[in-house]
């Protein structure tokens, strides 16, 4: 008898233990914030090096809703999964699609952004045709490792693909002539044409989004384990959505409905 009351005490202190060690995990106190730095008007770099736009703003305020201190981390985008990974930060805000292939690595908050996808080319563009017939032989630019590469590797078949590294690399080579065509975010794309390619370039159309490829939409990535953290910046969100934050930021960088 005195055995079993033993095994059950022993138990008991197990789960206890375990409780407390889970308890512990979902204690978030500080979060450390992976973003590209380099895809205005959502994240940037401004000249003095520091990070601007419209995620850099919505990231703080969920934070400030979380009661939490953040900091922020610049990465490459190539490496951004890969270093969120290696525990580089705990979650990324940077305009990343919540795609079914990522979900095999990282787990994704709320959706917080869904935008159309334009192709913009240079203004002596006559044509507004932009299927996959009308396009053959011409060179297509886009943002290497996003969701756009893989929609013009799929469906662009008989045009020349090329990805670069950042949206601007790509931006300033259909400025240059070296490109004749852009598909990517359309607020990103607006930006460009509102700025240096104001004068070279238009928008030509709109593609239509596939969901097996651009995903639900834009969303914070987390590690699968990190489900707390997950279900805090899930509520955060509901809340900016819910009380006009979301809103009052969006409506600084953009002139459309981004959700």
């Not at 017939?133 to 090329?162: C, M, P, W």
């Not at 490829?213 to 699968?224: D, L, N, P, Y």
């Amino acid at each position: 008898m005195k055995g079993f009351v033993r095994f059950i005490a022993a138990a008991a202190l197990t789960v206890v233990g375990a409780t407390g060690a889970l308890a512990q995990a979902k204690e978030w106190k500080e979060i450390r914030i992976g973003t590209e730095g380099a895809y205005p008007p959502f994240n940037n770099l401004n000249a003095k090096k520091e990070l601007e736009g419209f995620e850099i703003d919505y990231g703080n305020l969920l934070c400030e809703k979380m009661k939490v201190k953040c900091s922020w981390v610049v990465q490459d985008w190539d490496g951004i999964i890969p270093a969120l990974l290696a525990s580089k930060y705990d979650i990324i805000i940077a305009g990343m699609n919540a795609t079914d292939e990522r979900k095999k690595r990282v787990d994704f908050t709320s959706v917080y952004t869904k935008t159309p996808i334009w192709i913009i080319g240079p203004k002596t563009t006559t044509s507004t045709d932009v299927s996959p017939a009308a396009l053959k032989g011409k060179a297509i630019g886009v943002q290497g490792s996003t969701v756009h590469a893989n929609f013009v590797e799929k469906i662009y078949k008989d045009s020349t693909a090329r990805p670069y590294p950042t949206q601007e690399e790509a931006n300033l080579d259909l400025l240059s002539g070296r490109l004749d065509y852009i598909i990517a975010d359309s607020l990103s794309l607006e930006d460009f044409l509102n700025g240096k390619g104001k004068d070279c370039c238009k928008q030509i159309g709109v593609i239509e989004r596939d969901p097996a490829i651009h995903g639900a939409g834009v969303a914070g990535a987390v590690r699968k384990e990190d489900t707390a953290l997950k279900e805090m910046f899930n509520k955060a969100i509901a809340e900016s959505l819910a009380d006009g934050s979301h809103k009052k930021i969006a409506d600084k960088y953009f002139k459309i409905p981004i959700l």
